[in-house]
C-alpha cells in the first residue's frame, strides 16, 4: 500500500532565509505524481507544486522548489526567501492513477511558522 | 474559469442527527468528484469519489455515504451523525479522461462538528 511519511510536525524560519521541509513515500507503482499542498488558516488547499516521477528534473515554482530522489522515494521541498505569506501547514501528497480515477494520499502535514 | 462551491461553510450538530454537506462545481462537464476528511491535526482521507452520474466509490467503511445526482453535484450525507464524523470535509474536482495524472481543486471546505 502506498504511504507518506513527513516527519517534521513543526518547523519554523526567519523571514527571507530557506527552509526545507522533509517527506518521504513508499510504493510500488512506477508511474505516479507527487504534490505539496498548501493549506493556510483558511484551511483553503492550495497546490504549491507537482513533479513527475517519470521525470529526473526537479520541478521549481518561484521561490519553490523540490528534491526529487526516486531511488529514495524521498521529495522535499524548498521554500527561498520565506515570507509571512508562507506560514501555514504544508501537506505532501502522492497521486497515482487507480483504475477509475486518480487518487490522492496525503501525509500528516508540517506546520510552517514564518518568524519576522 | 472553474469554480467549486461547499455549504454550508460551518455546520455544529447532535450525536444521532442526519447530514447533507452539499458540493457544487461550475464551468466543467463531466467532472471526477471527491469528498475527504481532515480530522483534526491530521492530514486529509478520501472518503468517496465518483467518475459519474450514480457512480459512487468508498474508500473506507463508515457512518457516510455518498450520491451524484446531478453532473456537477456531490453530496456526503449521514442518516445518523457520531462522534467520530467531527472533522473538516473537503470536496475536491478534476478532468476525466485516459489514464494519466488530472489535478485535483479543492472547495473551501465544511467545518463539521458533532456534539
Known amino acids: 500500500a502506498q504511504t507518506v511519511t513527513q516527519s517534521q510536525p513543526e518547523m519554523s524560519v526567519q523571514e527571507a532565509e530557506t527552509v526545507t521541509l522533509s517527506c518521504t513515500y513508499d510504493t510500488s507503482e512506477s508511474d505516479y505524481y507527487l504534490f505539496w499542498y498548501k493549506q493556510p488558516p483558511s484551511r483553503q488547499m492550495i497546490l504549491v507544486i507537482r513533479?513527475?516521477?517519470?521525470?529526473?528534473q526537479n520541478a521549481t515554482e518561484n521561490r519553490f522548489s523540490v528534491n526529487f530522489q526516486k531511488a529514495a522515494k524521498s521529495f522535499s521541498l524548498k521554500i527561498s526567501d520565506s515570507q509571512l505569506g508562507d506560514a501555514a501547514m504544508y501537506f505532501c501528497?502522492?497521486?497515482?492513477?487507480?483504475?477509475?480515477?486518480?487518487?490522492?494520499?496525503f501525509g500528516t502535514g508540517t506546520l510552517l511558522a514564518v518568524q519576522p | 474559469s472553474q469554480t467549486i462551491h461547499q455549504w454550508p461553510a460551518t455546520l455544529v450538530q447532535p450525536v444521532g442527527s442526519p447530514l447533507s454537506l452539499e458540493c457544487t462545481v461550475e464551468?466543467?462537464?463531466?467532472?471526477?468528484l471527491y469528498w475527504y476528511r481532515q480530522a483534526a491535526g491530521r492530514g486529509l482521507q478520501l472518503l468517496f469519489y465518483s467518475v459519474g452520474i450514480g457512480q459512487i466509490s468508498s474508500e473506507v467503511p463508515q457512518n457516510l455515504s455518498a450520491s451524484r445526482p446531478q453532473d456537477r453535484q456531490f453530496i456526503l450525507s449521514s442518516k445518523k451523525l457520531l462522534l467520530s464524523d467531527s472533522g473538516f470535509y473537503l470536496c475536491?474536482?478534476?478532468?476525466?479522461?485516459?489514464?494519466?495524472?488530472?489535478?485535483?481543486?479543492f472547495g473551501p471546505g465544511t467545518r463539521l462538528t458533532v456534539t
Open positions: 501528497a502522492y497521486s497515482w492513477y487507480g483504475g477509475a480515477t486518480n487518487k490522492l494520499i
Open positions: 513533479q513527475e516521477a517519470y521525470k529526473q
Open positions: 475536491a474536482w478534476s478532468e476525466i479522461g485516459q489514464a494519466g495524472y488530472y489535478e485535483q481543486y
Open positions: 464551468g466543467t462537464s463531466n467532472p471526477n
